[in-house]
């Protein structure tokens, strides 16, 4: 099993960035396929961004390709989303989680077996 807690959220104005981290605990980190999710109010939980156990392969939604980066660091247990100029419509709750099952990325959140609390990110026009 393994916890997972995001941090990095904030108020940013639209052409701004963050980048959000989420600390794993436990030893096998390096063993889950890592994922980004977001969440808006009344809306669906969307995928954003996943990446392979070794961080060599990502995989990321439309709407964030060329702005979203992920990446990750087994050594320090940790899983980052770096988010370059954000928009409006970006705003909402960011959720990391862990993938103990797959071979391969998938943007399902059906798939993924461990979830963080999420960390909100606001983007004011």
């Known amino acids: 099993q393994v916890q997972l807690v995001e941090s990095g959220g904030g108020l940013v104005q639209a052409g701004g960035c963050l980048r959000l981290?989420?600390?794993?605990?436990?030893?096998?980190?390096?063993?889950?396929?890592m994922g980004w999710f977001r969440q808006a109010p009344g809306k669906e939980r969307d995928f954003v961004a996943t990446?392979?156990?070794?961080?060599?392969?990502?995989y990321y939604a439309d709407s964030v390709k060329g702005r979203f980066t992920i990446s990750r660091d087994n050594a320090k247990n940790t899983v980052y989303l770096q988010m370059n100029s954000l928009k409006p419509e970006d705003t909402a709750v960011y959720y990391c989680?862990?993938?103990?099952?797959?071979?391969?990325?998938?943007?399902?959140?059906?798939?993924?077996?461990?979830w963080g609390q999420g960390t909100q990110v606001t983007v004011s026009s």
């Open positions: 989680a862990a993938d103990n099952g797959g071979g391969f990325l998938t943007r399902n959140r059906y798939d993924y077996d461990y």
């Open positions: 990446i392979s156990r070794s961080g060599t392969n990502t």
């Open positions: 981290s989420c600390a794993a605990s436990g030893r096998s980190f390096s063993t889950y396929i």
